[in-house]
């Protein structure tokens, strides 16, 4: 009987045996299969770039820049230049390899000079298209749309053009402007031009009514309370503007020894012409956006004397001699279409401004984020774009910026030349202005 049930598990023992074999051959199985899946995470492991981050914006060959600028209505011209000057500097970065391997890419939205347009433009530019940081491209009546909400995103908000200091009240560390001085300094620059470089008595104002101009001259009403000078009258206009015959005849009345003019430099243009056929002569300061070898060829004679600020650079745009011949060349080349008046001095702005940010980028590293760009930024001193800084490709035109962690600091430009017609050209004064 016990022999018998010995026998009776004989099968069972085989059956055993077998299933340990198979048990032993998926284990193999398995093992090889896990084996090769540590082979592949190790692979992809090493091939995986840690140093992409998490801000938008940002992959590893690529950062993406948003910027609102006024592509139409009259003020076009701003954005235009704003575009063109700063995809001439990005080409130029990326045709040399970018930076830390990334490529420099933008895109724009058209805020139509309008602070409304311009917070859906960055909202859009944000929301939608999720880019790293936004680039003002624009004058400051959107850009006082746009700071406030740039404040409340927490992201770095990058302002060549606009230079309304109230884009930066209150201060906040996200904010910059690179090329532009502020506005209120400048207007601070040519009342101490007339009154106490020139020595002119009688001053009068003519302004656009844009918060650009507003500013300068509320730079300018500062020096002369300062001062206890009262000016003789002061006039105002719109954008757009091409009779100026009213203002004129009223400016005439007060004869004035100089008229300190805010505004751009198509309107000026018509200015200029438009007062000695009205019987008005008069010695002419402007700002900045007065700048433009457009006022020469409009204005003609009349424009002979003309006195304008200049921030973008030691030389005017008709200077042949290097950086500025240079750069005009360049310019050309790609662009040699580009209309009367270009470049102009917001191309020069966006450009030595693109340098700039590459700049940023390059001192922040392979792990960029938005916090490494701002202590970047604040970290620069006495930057111009080109080969001496370390960018072979770049043209140093403009002025050296210079930032920090401060209110001030925050203003990259903090000096500006002035330009006198002679000639039928734009001449240095020799008066430079520090703020």
């Not at 059956?15 to 340990?20: P, V």
């Not at 002061?234 to 100089?258: C, H, M, W, Y």
Request: hydrophobic share 40%.
């Amino acid at each position: 009987m016990a022999r018998k049930e010995r026998t009776s598990r004989i099968p069972a023992v085989k059956l055993e045996i077998t299933k340990r074999r198979e048990d032993k051959k998926m284990i193999k199985k398995v093992f090889k299969v896990c084996l090769g899946g540590l082979f592949l995470l190790a692979a992809v492991t090493i091939s995986y770039d840690y140093s992409w981050p998490a801000d938008p914006g940002v992959t590893g060959t690529e950062v993406l820049f948003g910027m609102h600028c006024t592509l139409t209505g009259p003020a076009a011209w701003i954005g235009l230049g704003a575009r063109d000057g700063l995809t001439m500097a990005f080409d130029e970065i990326n045709d040399t390899g970018g930076v830390h391997g990334r490529k420099l890419k933008f895109i724009t939205e058209d805020d139509e000079n309008s602070p409304a347009k311009g917070i859906s433009a960055v909202r859009k530019l944000i929301e939608v298209s999720n880019v790293f940081l936004v680039i003002c491209g624009s004058g400051s009546t959107p850009a006082m749309g746009v700071a406030p909400i740039m404040r409340d995103y927490k992201i770095p908000y990058f302002n060549p053009v606009a230079a309304n200091q109230k884009i930066h009240e209150p201060f906040s560390r996200y904010v910059f402007n690179g090329a532009v001085p502020a506005a209120d300094k400048i207007g601070l620059s040519m009342a101490d031009l007339a009154v106490r470089v020139k020595g002119y008595k009688r001053i009068a104002i003519l302004n656009e009514t844009g918060e650009w101009p507003k500013s300068v001259v509320i730079g300018i009403m500062g020096f002369f309370k300062e001062k206890g000078i009262d000016p003789v009258g002061r006039q105002e206009f719109t954008v757009g503007d091409k009779d100026f015959s009213a203002q004129i005849l009223a400016l005439k009345r007060l004869n004035p020894d100089v008229v300190l003019y805010s505004g751009h430099y198509v309107e000026f243009a018509a200015v200029v012409r438009q007062a000695p056929e009205l019987g008005f002569k008069t010695q002419w300061i402007a700002d900045p956006a007065s700048s433009n070898e457009t006022v020469i060829k409009v204005a003609g004679e009349a424009a002979e004397g003309v006195i304008s600020g200049w921030p973008p650079a030691e030389q005017f745009t008709n200077d042949p001699a290097y950086p500025m011949g240079e750069f005009i060349r360049r310019y050309k080349a790609k662009y040699p279409r580009s209309p009367e008046g270009r470049p102009n001095y917001i191309d020069i702005y966006l450009y030595a401004d693109g340098y700039v940010i590459a700049e940023a980028l390059k001192r922040a590293g392979r792990d960029l984020t938005r916090e490494k760009f701002i202590i970047a930024v604040e970290s620069i001193k006495d930057f111009v774009g080109g080969p001496k800084s370390g960018w072979q490709s770049g043209v140093p035109v403009g002025l050296p910026r210079s930032f920090g962690p401060t209110p001030a600091e925050h203003w990259g430009t903090k000096s500006m030349t002035f330009l006198q017609v002679k000639n039928g050209r734009y001449v240095s004064t020799g008066y430079r202005y520090g703020m």
